[in-house]
């Protein structure tokens, strides 16, 4: 059985920092690329950042783009993606996410809050 857990969320300042993970458990990592995703309340799911399974250039939102860097550890199963200056409108739940050929996996999600 596949699973993703995320882990790292939790409630920061304007201009802090969060270090996300999500392990994986139950699938070959190497094999599948792995991003991360965000929901907003009231808000459609977008993605924020992406590396293919060889490790090659991430992908970005351009409302993230130097400020989060994504990362991936194939020996831990786990990406991480580093978040920081930090603003309220990033505020949502990120959700970790592989996919591989037709094979596509969510984790449940951890809620990031940005407030003073």
């Known amino acids: 059985q596949v699973q993703l857990v995320e882990s790292g969320g939790g409630l920061v300042q304007p201009g802090g920092t969060l270090r996300l993970s999500c392990v994986a458990s139950g699938l070959t990592f190497s094999r599948y690329a792995m991003s991360w995703y965000r929901q907003a309340p009231e808000k459609e799911r977008e993605l924020v950042a992406s590396?293919?399974?060889?490790?090659?250039?991430?992908n970005y939102a351009d409302s993230v783009k130097g400020r989060f860097t994504i990362s991936r550890d194939n020996a831990k199963n786990t990406v991480y993606l580093q978040m920081n200056s930090l603003k309220p409108e990033d505020t949502a739940m990120y959700f970790c996410?592989?996919?591989?050929?037709?094979?596509?996996?969510w984790g449940k999600g951890t809620l990031v809050t940005v407030s003073s």
């Open positions: 590396q293919t399974s060889t490790g090659g250039t991430p």
């Open positions: 996410n592989a996919r591989y050929a037709f094979l596509n996996y």
